[in-house]
């Protein structure tokens, strides 16, 4: 059963720093990735990496600030997020796309003071 459970997720000021992570059980993937949807806007992705050679692309609006990286030993995929904003605020979800696509159920982050 394939499953992606994300965590690390919170409330944090403007300025400040998370980082959620991804367990991935079940099946191996291409790519793994992070989207974010806030309230009224579409799902969008924010940082994507590949399980085949390290590469990475980000959203223009996390270049710089965010960092995805993986721990295929820990089957763990991360984002770190510096110098958060207020607008960074959504629901974050985990994404796995291979031969299929799997989805988390995602971890709320709000950017607040």
């Known amino acids: 059963q394939v499953q992606l459970v994300e965590s690390g997720g919170g409330l944090v000021q403007p300025g400040g720093s998370l980082r959620l992570s991804c367990a991935v059980s079940?099946?191996?993937?291409?790519?793994y990735g992070w989207y974010r949807q806030a309230p009224g806007k579409e799902r969008e992705l924010v940082a994507q990496?590949?399980?085949?050679?390290?590469?990475?692309n980000y959203a223009d609006s996390v270049k710089g600030r965010f960092t995805i990286s993986r721990d295929n030993a820990k089957n763990t995929v991360y984002l770190q997020m510096n110098s958060l904003k207020p607008q960074d605020t959504a629901v974050y979800y985990c994404?796995?796309?291979?031969?299929?696509?799997?989805w988390g159920r995602g971890t709320q982050v709000t950017v607040s003071s």
């Open positions: 079940g099946f191996t993937f291409t790519y």
């Open positions: 990496i590949s399980n085949v050679d390290g590469s990475t």
């Open positions: 994404n796995a796309r291979g031969r299929f696509e799997s």
